[in-house]
């Protein structure tokens, strides 16, 4: 969900879907495959950033969608974000990338701590 709770997101099968009235009514949104979707992050009513497996990631930005290259083709499982320029995902592995240029760039922010 958004700040604004009207504004929500989910994936419904391989079909991502939004609302803009509190989850009363759903819209299809073509141009996204959502069976690659893992976890959603809005920031803003009109912004979105979907990531997924081997390095998936969509960017929603005022009614169009942005694929982003990521440096590595891993599973991603999260996703927090700030705004349409600034988010960070979580790898499969633990390790987090952050983007503070809507996903030109990404920097390793943490290593996880090597098992026993």
């Known amino acids: 969900s958004a700040p604004d709770r009207r504004y929500r997101w989910r ?7 939004r609302t803009t009235d509190g989850g009363a009514t ?16 809005s ?3 009109n912004v979105a950033w979907f990531v997924g497996r081997a390095g998936t990631v969509f960017v929603f ?6 694929r982003i290259t990521f440096p ?3 599973g991603l499982t999260s996703v927090r ?6 988010a960070q995902a979580t790898a499969l592995d633990g390790r987090v990338f952050r ?3 809507g996903g030109q760039t990404w ?5 996880p701590p090597l098992p026993f």
């Open 11 to 17: 994936v419904n099968g391989v079909v991502v879907e």
């Open 26 to 41: 759903w819209a299809s949104l073509s141009g996204m495959p959502g069976a690659q979707v893992l976890a959603i992050a």
């Open 43 to 45: 920031p803003s009513a």
């Open 61 to 66: 930005r005022e009614g169009a969608w942005t």
């Open 72 to 74: 590595e083709s891993i």
């Open 81 to 86: 974000a700030v705004s349409g320029r600034e």
């Open 99 to 101: 983007t503070a240029d």
């Open 107 to 111: 920097s390793l922010q943490e290593i």
